[in-house]
């Protein structure tokens, strides 16, 4: 296909003439052209042909002969003269030449004039020349530049000369602000921006009263860093000199996305001016902060959990904006940049969800602000915006913020990306970038504002890149001459950005260099009064358990650990979400494997006996659904199962229709309320998983998955496990009841497809943070799954899931397990009718699918003096269930068996709490022995008959065979 590129290099000079005359014939009459010459003008693509249509808008089409100006008209006839001649053909293909080569000039600015934008307040990058910006590349000179030429509205006007072209163009698209839009391929988007940015209306933009307003911003935002930097000499805050900008950009974001009916906004940002924006933005006291500059408090004790360093911290509070109130909330984050982008995603679509803004989500916005580096060098990035369209995940739209501080730690942008900008990963969603003069506190509040009614619109991501810099090193204390001296000698020499702004309104008059100054007095004494009031300052309560989480409670370590909550359910109730799951309605085309499977259930519900683990996973998320619990399954393929065993979304065979069972357990006139979702994700881990995890902080009565498609998948979301799911609570304050299902079992499919590394959870476990489990039966996953909501408190739940015994014929559970009077079960002891107990020789105690293996194998063998107890839950450490289970044999050698090599899995976590369990009974055995794989580096063999020898090995040595 022939594009502009091709088009671009043959409008030039005699090219473009022989071109132009060309194409005008051929529009008029097809055939009266050379066949080569028209079978490239019938192949010019969208972006070639929106040289001559789409640049001039939609509503432009060809006019007279040529169809690019119209010809001119022959003079009126002198006064008692004959009538004037009409213009000659020479006349009429130079009109036309000079419209299609304006237009393309025109469009060389749309797409390209950001290349010689102003951006870089310390001037050290330059933007070179861009030829295709030159009149001169489109075949005008001098003598031209004055000549009125026809362009139809474009720009605003009619006619213009190739002068007035550059004004606009340049002023537009070459100064403060540079914007990249003409990759987004939605025409109404396109000329949406247009029509905002053309003719530069930031340059009168604001009032004398919005300039104030921006001052004060500004005031505010270096105000606290430099009394910062002035009281805490030598603490780290990561500030936000250089970049104060971000400030009345965000501030803008905010009033902007209230004033279009927003009620809540939540925002998610790495340390670099974090501190600012608590305090400046979401409004936390500054007495506070300075406090916590000391060490929260006098006494430890004033603290819950064990806290984070202060430019971690999050905060929320509600604030009065355009006369209506808004809840803004900051969220904590880790040191690992941007990993708290999905989280604040996800959460947002949670609170959309609970407000039922399903349609438009724009009731809830999200802002992410990022650093140039990270939001270049971290995928994390790609992955929150690849899922931004997306059914299962999308909000309406981010609003990204970028404090381009031109460097990262020491690391400038030749080494930090390949791409020209920062934010060129943008581009793949299609979504608009702004990078304006961070210098320019005026062009970068219309930027925000503009952005933020675009996403409003559009319901899209969109990036404003605030070209800034970084006044001092990584952290206060850096010394950033040692590598980058050219620029800090630079940034030596600047002003600060509040100083040229109030130098600025003093000189056009709109703020006195007097009040300017009496406004940054007056901050400082609010400063000051604030530091000293820190000095006697005690933190209120803690606020976490309010707003949706009231109600729920705090764990105390040390609390009962095996409690038993109220999880079952009446059987009729079971019988109600069994039938429903076998049910599909009249004339739906189902696939005649699971038609068979669909039976099965049904037997099983009618009988009681035989249900299995999709089964029972199915009664939990029914039930909970009846009780009035949304129930919000995600992860790669989750709808099926990978291991086809869910079907949670039913097919039909001829027209693609889904029908989900769990959505209509009561249909009629009083259908649920609650419902079941479960999203296919893009094939992402590190993004989803946080996106889910975001998603059960903001409801904790609503039940949220997440599937890894088979178990060590979910190593590629380390991070979220590490920083977020394991210690969030104890850092930060703040509860989650997110389930991981994570498929583990050694079936010979090799090292990958093994292990879910369950000894990294065990590892991550203390303080009750989270509950492990690897279950046995699906009547104790259903306990588990209910007891998620029915605690009164939240936990994160990771799940050793089973591939094997999905269909193992031994791993089943009755109707009744899951009815009136049963529960979790912490440890399941021996449940075979085996020799008396004092008889029995050895107690093997084990987690999971190794348990059937051993089972199946004592029996076929006639074993009666071996006992097998499953650990269901290993993190709480069951230890009271366990003493119960192990205490009737005072006899019996006492070993932990799993598939894992020993290095791996439960072994290392178990082996002393065991011993100390074993040390208060009164038996014989005082230490467990290990029977497994010896220590490995590979989780797994990749060959399957060394894979069955070892485990026919571990099966025997357990049972003493």
């Not at 449940?831 to 999971?848: F, H, M, N, S, Y």
Request: a negative charge; hydrophobic letters at 40%.
């Amino acid at each position: 296909m022939a594009g502009v590129d091709i088009l671009a290099s043959a409008m030039t000079g005699a090219n473009a003439a022989f071109l132009a005359d060309t194409y005008a014939r051929w529009v008029e009459r097809p055939k009266s052209v050379d066949p080569s010459f028209a079978e490239l003008f019938e192949a010019l693509n969208d972006d070639a042909r929106a040289v001559l249509t789409d640049a001039m808008g939609a509503s432009w089409a060809p006019r007279r002969r040529g169809g690019f100006a119209p010809e001119p008209e022959a003079p009126p006839p002198a006064k008692g003269g004959k009538p004037a001649a009409a213009p000659d053909p020479e006349t009429i293909r130079r009109a036309q030449l000079d419209s299609i080569r304006a237009l393309m000039l025109i469009r060389s600015y749309r797409v390209r004039g950001h290349l010689e934008a102003q951006l870089d307040p310390l001037g050290l990058q330059q933007p070179k020349p861009h030829q295709e910006l030159s009149p001169t590349f489109w075949g005008f000179t001098e003598a031209d530049l004055d000549r009125p030429i026809f362009i139809n509205g474009v720009l605003g006007l009619d006619t213009a000369t190739v002068r007035q072209i550059l004004e606009v163009c340049r002023a537009t698209y070459c100064g403060p602000i540079g914007v990249e839009f003409m990759h987004i391929q939605d025409p109404e988007q396109k000329s949406w921006i247009q029509q905002r940015m053309e003719g530069a209306p930031w340059v009168n933009a604001f009032d004398a009263a919005g300039k104030r307003a921006i001052l004060e911003e500004l005031t505010e935002a270096e105000g606290f860093e430099a009394f910062c930097a002035k009281k805490y000499v030598s603490t780290k805050r990561f500030g936000l000199e250089g970049g104060e900008s971000t400030i009345p950009a965000l501030q803008a974001v905010i009033e902007t996305a209230a004033k279009a009916g927003a009620n809540e906004i939540a925002i998610g940002m790495a340390h670099r001016g974090r501190l600012n924006v608590l305090v400046n933005v979401v409004k936390k006291a500054y007495t506070q902060v300075f406090s916590e500059f000391k060490g929260v408090g006098a006494n430890p004790d004033d603290v819950q959990g064990s806290g984070d360093v202060k430019y971690h911290l999050g905060t929320s509070t509600d604030i009065e904006v355009a006369g209506r109130s808004i809840h803004l909330s900051l969220q904590p984050n880790p040191s690992h940049l941007e990993a708290v982008d999905p989280v604040v995603i996800g959460k947002v679509r949670a609170r959309q969800d609970m407000a039922g803004d399903t349609k438009g989500r724009h009731s809830v916005m999200a802002v992410l602000l990022h650093g140039d580096a990270a939001f270049a060098g971290q995928g994390l990035v790609y992955e929150t915006m690849a899922m931004s369209q997306l059914i299962g995940y999308r909000t309406g739209g981010t609003v990204h913020l970028v404090t381009n501080n031109q460097i990262g730690f020491t690391t400038v942008p030749v080494h930090a990306y390949s791409g020209l900008y920062c934010t060129d990963i943008a581009k793949s969603v299609q979504a608009p970038i702004w990078h304006v003069n961070g210098d320019n506190p005026e062009a970068v509040v219309f930027v925000s504002r503009l952005a933020t009614e675009f996403r409003q619109i559009f319901s899209t991501d969109v990036v404003v890149d605030i070209v800034c810099y970084r006044r001092h090193g990584h952290n206060e204390s850096d010394e950033p001459a040692f590598t980058q001296p050219i620029m800090y000698g630079r940034i030596k020499e600047m002003k600060t950005t509040r100083t040229l702004y109030a130098e600025r309104l003093a000189a056009e008059g709109s703020v006195p260099a007097e009040e300017a100054q009496a406004m940054l007095d007056a901050f400082n004494q609010q400063l000051e009064a604030a530091h000293q009031a820190a000095q006697s300052f005690k933190p209120n309560k803690a606020d976490w358990l309010e707003g949706h989480w009231s109600g729920l409670q705090a764990v105390a370590v040390g609390a009962e650990t095996e409690a038993l909550h109220a999880t079952a359910v009446p059987l009729e109730t079971l019988r109600e979400v069994g039938g429903a799951l076998a049910r599909v309605p009249d004339g739906f085309n189902l696939n005649p494997k699971i038609a068979r499977q669909l039976e099965a259930k049904k037997q099983a519900i009618e009988s009681g006996e035989g249900i299995d683990w999709a089964t029972g996973e199915a009664l939990g998320f029914g039930t909970l659904l009846l009780e009035g619990h949304r129930v919000r399954l995600s992860g790669e393929d989750v709808q099926r199962g990978t291991f086809s065993h869910r079907h949670a979304v039913l097919i039909d065979q001829q027209n693609q229709a889904e029908y989900v069972p769990l959505n209509n357990i009561r249909p009629g006139d009083a259908p649920q309320q609650a419902r079941f979702e479960a999203f296919n994700s893009l094939l992402s881990e590190f993004g989803v998983l946080g996106f889910d995890y975001g998603y059960s902080l903001a409801d904790p009565h609503t039940l949220v998955l997440w599937e890894a498609q088979f178990g060590d998948f979910a190593n590629g979301a380390q991070v979220i496990i590490d920083q977020f799911i394991a210690s969030a609570e104890t850092k930060w304050l703040r509860m989650s009841g997110l389930v991981l299902l994570l498929p583990h079992g050694y079936e010979g499919q090799g090292p990958e497809h093994s292990s879910a590394r369950l000894e990294r959870y065990l590892q991550l476990c203390a303080e009750r943070n989270m509950r492990v489990c690897n279950f046995t039966t699906p009547a104790n996953y259903f306990h588990a799954l209910r007891r998620q909501l029915k605690a009164n408190y939240r936990k994160p739940l990771v799940v050793m899931t089973p591939k094997s015994l999905l269909r193992h014929k031994l791993a089943v559970s009755s109707l009744a397990d899951f009815g009136p009077g049963s529960a979790f079960r912490y440890v399941i002891p021996e449940i075979d009718a085996i020799a008396p107990e004092e008889q029995v020789k050895r107690v093997v105690l084990c987690t999971g699918k190794v348990y059937y293996d051993l089972l199946q194998e004592r029996r076929e063998r006639g074993t009666t003096d071996v006992a097998i107890i499953r650990l269901e839950q290993l993190h709480p450490f069951p230890a009271n269930s366990l003493k119960t289970a192990l205490a009737p044999y005072k006899k019996a050698e006492v070993l932990w068996c799993q598939e894992e090599p020993e290095n791996m899995g439960a072994w290392t976590y178990l082996d002393r709490r065991i011993e100390r369990v074993l040390k208060e009974l009164d038996i014989a055995a005082k230490r467990p022995e290990y029977v497994g794989r010896r220590e490995a580096a590979s989780p797994a063999t990749g060959l399957a008959k060394v894979h069955q020898q070892e485990q026919e090995t571990l099966v025997r040595q357990a049972l003493g065979l």
